[in-house]
């Protein structure tokens, strides 16, 4: 394994954002060669003109080294737990030819020079840079390193400009043709600058890349003069493959949005960024036909405009490379478009192994999207590899001496609040083990759960979380319909107790009890619970909070209140069927209903038609979730289908037996829906996969069938 603290680390002049590298080595018939490397931001790597790997945006994001956080929208005092970089091994043997060999790397500015979005400050790390070290193990055995240093040259490449939310501009007039190759002429170019490596701890990077997983056939909307609009068919995270036609020196853009204005005639960029970030990629021809794309950068869009002498070739969707293990279809179009558009959302919003809010405006890693998504991703797709890199980044970023959980990680400032958001530390190990059967993450983090528990009593008063960091953010719920009601110490002391129970269990579980720790935690668990009753438990009705904004379901779901908390809740909402609901109590919201026997009254919520309905976001044309009820802010947004977990685990009937994990035992109880007349679906667990299906007799009764494959399962 390659020291990268000890190995040169090389980059162009200090102002070049695309720098691209060449070294020569000699090799002999049949040697084998293998690769370590490390390209900040992103790099992709060449031998003898040809690409190794098809791996996009690696390596993986991460807290990559300290920086100066001084210029934070709101301030942080934290001192964070580990600073971590990955980097990424290859095999080069194919790729090698007898006599002399050209390794060719190309870089990219990804998070590593992200400078010009600063919204939340300044947040960059510095220009690209690079280490690499190929051994070269000759026939006879016979082994040589080739290592990153001053023998490296280098030049700037075609890419004059690239950055994550803004796009690249590509000058092809500057390319040079065989740079990647043997016997090209590099006496013009410069040597490798020495630079400082980063300071941090090297780790191989486990979770998968990103990479061009499908492609998509656009649609002529609009053609008039020198523009023309374009259709993708579906709002996608990715690029569009554009083939040039222009004159050399003429300038090609592509504009990027998620919707069209509403004569469509013009791109609105409103719900992704607004006209102060627009994602534009720029090319200047080279006088020949060839087809383009960005490199180091992705889009969140639906529509794209074209202007200058080109023509779109395909649209090429990326996202991290996961696997798609469930398959869900009925007899409601509502609830068949909702899930296909959640599965597209949330691999939209899955980047360099890190689930993000929104592939286009803020991309960022928040906390409570992603814990409130993680059943669902996990029972969706294939999230074996993903969560555990996305809670090392919780982890990392974790202040180590109060446990406070940053609301974006890795951290890129972002705000929130400390229970919704900073709850994913133990809700994500506690997923991971209820649904793989893994308890390494619940084991291993578990000092990090209690930190977090130690730093939310801190912030209590009376039992009641009432606060977060000093000038900072100390939000309950979020994207609420008509503005949050619901206290945000009602929501936050919630997820304390939720909290409190998941750590109280796992300690008796894996036996971490020292001196009456658990004990003490039982105590602050009875304080919570009483203070959220005599605080907003009004005995004269039986509700919490007035029943504003769900909140009855967060007791329900607690198991406070009385009968008439339950009963309070179904008829509000069954008298009047829409969501009042923000990203948390939505999905709570259904599911409390679906487990206290209310399921036709859940049904109805998820497909009547109102206001704040999946309906109306269906019928607007979306194909993917909005941020908002109302349509305003963002159109790809996965939190509000947090809920999609109980498509499998109610309307299909597929739960676990109580006191298992990992579906190694269930069983399979379909909840009977008046509107449904069938039902079916799939699961592909560690156990196996999991088919269901059933149909409505005359009488009303279920016909069901089901099957467990144990051949195919997750391996």
Avoid at 202 to 223: E, G, Y
Avoid at 345 to 353: A, G, K, M, P, Y
Wanted: charged residues 25%; glycine residues 10%; negative net charge.
């Amino acid at each position: 394994m390659a020291d990268f603290q000890k190995l040169t680390w090389i980059q162009g002049d200090d102002c070049c954002e695309a720098p691209q590298f060449r070294r020569v080595f000699q090799a002999g018939k049949g040697d084998c060669a293998q690769i370590s490397i490390c390209g900040l931001g992103f790099f992709e790597l060449y031998l003898n003109g040809k690409r190794v790997s098809e791996d996009r945006f690696v390596p993986a994001w991460s807290n990559y080294e300290e920086r100066d956080l001084s210029t934070l929208l709101y301030p942080i005092h934290d001192t964070f737990t580990k600073y971590r970089t990955y980097y990424r091994e290859y095999d080069l043997t194919g790729y090698l030819k007898e006599g002399e060999n050209v390794l060719g790397v190309l870089l990219g500015n990804g998070w590593y020079h992200q400078n010009q979005r600063n919204v939340e400050g300044k947040l960059d790390y510095g220009f690209p840079k690079l280490a690499f070290e190929l051994t070269l193990t000759e026939e006879k055995g016979e082994i040589k390193k080739i290592e990153s240093d001053e023998t490296v040259k280098w030049t700037e490449s075609e890419i004059t400009a690239n950055n994550l939310f803004y796009g690249e501009t590509v000058d092809l007039r500057r390319r040079q043709e065989g740079w990647k190759e043997a016997g090209f002429d590099d006496s013009a170019w410069k040597t490798a600058v020495k630079t400082a490596a980063p300071k941090t701890k090297f780790f191989l990077q486990d979770c998968p890349p990103d990479k061009i997983i499908r492609t998509l056939r656009p649609t002529l909307v609009l053609r008039e003069k020198d523009r023309a609009i374009y259709d993708a068919g579906e709002n996608i995270s990715g690029v569009v493959s554009l083939h040039l036609l222009g004159e050399e020196g003429e300038l090609v853009e592509v504009f990027h949005s998620e919707e069209l204005n509403c004569g469509k005639t013009a791109l609105d960029f409103t719900s992704c960024g607004g006209e102060n970030q627009i994602q534009k990629d720029s090319y200047f021809c080279s006088g020949q036909e060839e087809t383009v794309f960005p490199r180091f950068c992705w889009h969140g869009f639906r529509y794209f405009e074209v202007r200058g002498k080109a023509r779109p070739e395909a649209v090429l969707v990326i996202h991290t490379d996961v696997e798609v293990i469930s398959e869900f279809e009925c007899s409601d179009p509502v609830l068949n478009w909702l899930y296909k558009a959640y599965v597209r959302t949330q691999l939209d919003n899955i980047h360099c192994s890190v689930p993000s809010d929104c592939p286009h405006r803020e991309r960022l890693g928040y906390g409570g999207d992603g814990q409130l998504c993680a059943k669902a991703a996990m029972l969706c797709l294939d999230g074996r590899t993903v969560y555990p890199k996305w809670l090392r980044d919780i982890v990392d970023c974790q202040d180590k001496k109060n446990g406070h959980v940053q609301h974006t990680s890795p951290f890129y400032g972002g705000g929130g609040g400390p229970g919704g958001w900073g709850s994913c530390i133990f809700v994500v190990p506690q997923l991971y083990y209820e649904i793989y059967g893994n308890d390494e993450l619940l084991s291993h983090y578990y000092p990090n759960m209690r930190l977090w528990l130690s730093y939310m009593h801190s912030r209590s008063e009376n039992g009641l979380i009432v606060r977060e960091e000093k000038d900072g953010w100390c939000l309950g719920d979020w994207c609420v319909p008509g503005g949050v009601k619901i206290p945000e110490a009602f929501v936050n002391t919630y997820y304390y107790i939720k909290g409190l129970r998941t750590v109280i269990a796992t300690g008796e579980r894996i036996s971490a009890d020292q001196q009456g720790d658990l004990e003490i935690l039982c105590s602050r668990l009875r304080e919570s619970e009483e203070a959220l009753c005599r605080t907003y438990f009004d005995p004269m009705t039986g509700s919490f909070c007035e029943g504003v904004n769900g909140a009855d379901a967060f007791a329900v779901d607690l198991g406070l209140g009385d009968e008439r908390t339950l009963k309070g809740l179904v008829k509000k909402y069954s008298e009047h069927t829409a969501f009042d609901t923000g990203i948390f109590g939505t999905a709570l919201l259904i599911e409390v209903l679906f487990e206290r026997g209310e399921g036709e009254l859940a049904y109805r919520l998820l497909t009547e038609k109102t206001e704040t309905s999946f309906v109306r976001m269906m019928e607007a044309g979306a194909t993917t979730l909005w941020e908002y009820w109302d349509g305003q802010e963002s159109h790809n947004h996965p939190m509000f289908g947090g809920l999609l977990h109980t498509f499998f685990t109610y309307l299909l009937g597929i739960r676990q037996e109580p006191g298992t994990v990992g579906y190694t035992q269930v069983k399979i109880d379909p909840v009977a829906i008046p509107g449904l007349n069938w039902v079916k679906g799939s699961l592909k667990t560690v156990a196996g996969k999991i088919s269901v299906s059933y149909e409505k007799e005359p009488d009303g009764s279920l016909k069901i069938r089901s099957q467990i494959d144990p051949e195919q399962k997750l391996r």
